[in-house]
């Protein structure tokens, strides 16, 4: 007798038995139930969903000879009903979309249509991959579709319903398939695995039921793979070994070392993936599912529903998301699957996938412009990937104060000349630093760091009045303003110019009024060079400019 692979033999016989389509099953059963059946359906979704298997469940429904009626509950042994588990019933006919697309081929479809079933109740075409049929072809079914005799039924298949005409799919009942959950595909695997009195290790279901990607069929033919291999019992090894997978262990140990920031461990545990035989496309898409992971666990713990893992798989997820914080998670995957289509197309595919991981790995040493600026201000770089310890919470006058001691501090130390003097530097009075703003800007930009004095550039002194020193920005400076206003920087300033000059001194922004009509004049005459001009002189860019001893190489607009 040959051999019944098992995506036949456990193929679905009743509306009870469909995994993972149980909305779609309940609502065709309640259709039969009260004698609403449409006379088209069409049914869209990925491959190996129960498509094609759910048709045939509404076949057997239909026309199952061991009732008087169309029933929920086909008995699976009448002759109708085995005709059609074999796709040999006369009265259910069933049709390759891919390989009888012409107009001729559904021109004689609807010639047969006006005859009556031999046997059944109804004449059922099901027409898989229907998106494959011509425009002609389509055109040639539609008024058939839309007025069919009363004995017959359409039930279509497909796996891309963008391609099926909006004419064909008004005049179908459509019911979306979706995805398998791989805990529903393990469940079955399970019962596959016991009814055919299999050994297994507990640890190789979860990650088959994860390679099906969402479908039943292919679970099962990759089942039926590692049960040609004759080796007992049936272990996780096999998914490396003859499926292709990754090593588990490989990609933990990978993702443990960039998480250590490791940069040789990094390349050494890459190595040893593909000296296995792994590829780089592989290694990318293993890494972008387990780091999907630890992002989970992260967020939601390691004890969420929405990790599949074993118990161990969850104990380590836990412990090497401990290593890594989720915004650097979420940027890695984000670029892992921005690389793949460069990886698949790359004669240096190894050399694109060791930059990305060593970028990964050394992310601590690259930082954003706001790192910069705060770099540039004296404080400490903040970690990408690291967790940092937390901060006690003193009141907001208790920091500025320390901050102020601990600047000032540190400016005495580094102006203290050989013979134990102190320089000051700066105007005397307020109205000499009207007159003299850089000096009081080099004054700022010694006690309080370069991108202060970097923002306050782009402004000008206009007025000192009642204790308040009115500082006024062009209208093209508004965000310089704005950052001036924010995270504390007018404060800071304040306090060091009330102490320089030993009053108390308030400091007000203003932002210089534009005339309308010099507002559209310049939005219609800026040019690409103007507009690359005013970023070049942008106080903001001039100050990272200036802590990184850079250049401008060239300016892209979105």
């Known amino acids: 007798m040959s051999y019944t692979v098992l995506a036949r033999k456990y193929r679905s016989q009743t509306f009870d038995d469909v995994i993972g389509q149980d909305p779609i099953a309940r609502t065709l059963k309640n259709a039969i139930r009260t004698d609403r059946v449409a006379h088209a359906y069409l049914f869209a979704g990925t491959r190996g969903v129960g498509k094609t298997t759910l048709a045939r469940v509404l076949a ?67 027409i898989d991959e229907v ?36 004419t064909i799919q008004s005049r179908c009942q459509r019911f ?60 996780a090894s096999l998914l490396e070994e003859f499926l292709g997978c990754a090593d588990s262990e490989k990609v933990w140990n990978l993702i443990d070392k960039i998480g250590e920031s490791n940069a040789a461990g990094t390349l050494e545990a890459a ?63 984000a670029t892992l699957e921005k690389l793949r289509w460069a990886i698949k197309n790359s004669d240096t595919a190894r050399a694109l996938l ?6 990964f790995a050394l992310s601590e040493h690259f930082m954003n412009v706001d790192q910069l600026l705060s770099q540039l201000k004296g404080n400490p770089a903040a970690s990408v990937k690291k967790k940092h310890p937390p901060v006690s919470r003193a009141a907001p006058s208790q920091r500025r104060q320390t901050t102020e001691d601990r600047r000032q501090k540190t400016e005495d130390r580094r102006q203290t000349t050989n013979d ?18 850089p000096a009081a800007l080099k004054l700022i930009a010694d006690k309080l760091g370069p991108a202060t004095a970097g923002l306050l550039g782009a402004a000008v002194p206009r007025r000192f009045e009642g204790g308040t020193l009115t500082l006024e920005f062009p209208a093209s400076a508004r965000m310089q303003k704005q950052m001036c206003e924010s995270n504390g920087r007018a404060e800071q300033v304040q306090a060091l110019l009330s102490e320089q000059f030993s009053t108390p001194l308030t400091l007000s922004f203003e932002l210089a009024e534009t005339p309308a009509r010099t507002k559209a004049e310049a939005k219609q005459t800026r ?17 990272v400019l200036l802590g990184l001893d850079a250049t401008v190489t060239g300016i892209e607009e979105d």
């Open 176 to 235: 979306d398939f979706s995805s398998i959950t791989p805990a529903v595909i393990a469940r079955q695997l399970e019962f596959v695995l016991e009814a055919e009195k299999i050994k297994y290790e507990n640890d190789l279901v979860l990650p088959l039921a994860k390679m099906a990607n969402g479908s039943m069929r292919d679970a099962l033919s990759l089942l039926d793979r590692l049960i040609s291999t004759g080796a007992e019992p049936l272990a």
């Open 354 to 359: 060791e930059a990305s991981l060593l970028r």
């Open 271 to 333: 190595d040893e993936l593909l000296r296995t035989g792994t590829s780089e496309v592989q290694i990318l898409d293993s890494l972008v599912d387990y780091m999907r992971d630890l992002m989970v666990a992260k967020s939601a713990g390691a004890d969420s529903e929405l990790l599949i893992l074993t118990a161990q798989q969850r104990k380590r997820a836990s412990e090497l998301a401990e290593k890594f914080d989720i915004a650097s998670l979420v940027y890695n995957i």
């Open 60 to 126: 057997k429904s239909l026309n199952c000879l061991a009732v008087d009626e169309p029933t929920t509950e086909p008995c699976c042994k009448c002759e109708s009903c085995l005709a059609v588990n074999a796709g040999e019933d006369i009265d259910v006919i069933e049709i390759d979309g891919a390989s009888n697309n012409r107009v001729d081929e559904i021109r004689e479809l609807r010639e047969n249509v006006i005859y009556r079933p031999a046997r059944a109740r109804f004449k059922i075409y099901i």
């Open 420 to 437: 134990g003097r102190q320089t000051q530097d700066g105007p005397n009075d307020v109205q000499s630093l009207i007159g003299n703003w």
């Open 131 to 166: 998106h494959m049929l011509t425009t002609g072809a389509f055109n040639a079914l539609l008024k058939t579709l839309e007025e069919p005799p009363s004995h017959v039924k359409f039930i279509f298949a497909t796996t891309e319903p963008n391609k099926v005409i909006a």
């Open 527 to 543: 040019t690409s060079a103007q507009r690359s001009n005013e970023l070049i002189n942008d106080p903001a860019v001039k100050t």
